[in-house]
Nanobody, 122 residues
Framework: QVQLVESGGGSVQAGGSLRLSCTAS????????MGWFRQVPGKEREGLAT???????VYADSVKGRFTISRDNAKNTLDLQMTSLKPEDTAMYYC????????????????WGQGTQVTVSS
């Protein structure tokens, strides 16, 4: 069974940093593509960054230069280092996995975690 569990969310002031982590079951981590998404109530889920097994990354313009995605294939972990946080970064953040990195569309990702809340105050 594929399982993804996020951690590391919390509250931070604008300009601060947070590091999110996602622990994946072995079967989940055999998927080539991992990604981070976020969602605000009433809005569509937004793709933030993806990384494949070789470490190739793609970032959404909204987070490019501020967020860094990384993965440790040996430890089955996926991280998102977030810096220079803004109030508009407030959202529920999700870890996701799929077999091939195609795009940021949530429908392209097969497996999802339960999410971790990030709140950025001004």
């Amino acid at each position: 069974q594929v399982q993804l569990v996020e951690s590391g969310g919390g509250s931070v002031q604008a300009g601060g940093s947070l590091r999110l982590s996602c622990t994946a079951s072995t079967s989940a981590f055999r998927t080539d593509c991992m990604g981070w998404f976020r969602q605000v109530p009433g809005k569509e889920r937004e793709g933030l960054a993806t990384i494949d097994r070789d470490g190739d990354t793609v970032y959404a313009d909204s987070v490019k230069g501020r967020f860094t995605i990384s993965r440790d294939n040996a430890k089955n972990t996926l991280d998102l280092q977030m810096t220079s946080l803004k109030p508009e970064d407030t959202a529920m953040y999700y870890c996701a996995a799929t077999f091939v990195c195609l795009n940021f569309r949530p429908t392209s990702f097969r497996f999802w975690g339960q999410g971790t809340q990030v709140t950025v105050s001004s």
